[in-house]
């Protein structure tokens, strides 16, 4: 929930704002809920069991990024360069966050 509640206004901001990109607010918020909802399970559950738990954060976060920046990219017809740079943001704020709880709820 964490990562949807911080991810989509990123992405959301980003497009219609930074970039100033005339697309559909509808479409750039399901393109965000849709990236992050099809990366989440494979981030968690699935790249966990094949990779060394010390490179575990830098290859999901990576399939992440570059997933969810391909997703930007065909679905809202962003330009790659810009579609990476909104989903590292996003995914370093989810990132982070999460850090940040984990670590709050167990101090």
């Known amino acids: 929930m964490i990562t949807l509640l911080l991810e989509v206004p990123i992405v959301f901001i980003f497009v219609k704002y930074i970039f100033r990109e005339k697309i559909r607010t509808k479409n750039i918020l399901l393109t965000g809920f849709l990236a992050s909802i099809l990366t989440l399970p494979y981030v968690w559950f699935v790249i966990s069991p094949y990779v060394d738990a010390r490179y575990y954060i830098i290859y999901s976060e990576i399939f992440a990024i570059i997933t ?37 709820a167990f101090s």
């Open 68 to 104: 969810e920046a391909l997703l930007y990219n065909q679905f809202i017809n962003i330009k790659f360069h810009k579609s990476i740079a909104i989903s590292i943001i996003a995914n370093a704020a989810s990132y982070f966050a999460g850090a940040y709880l984990v670590k709050f």
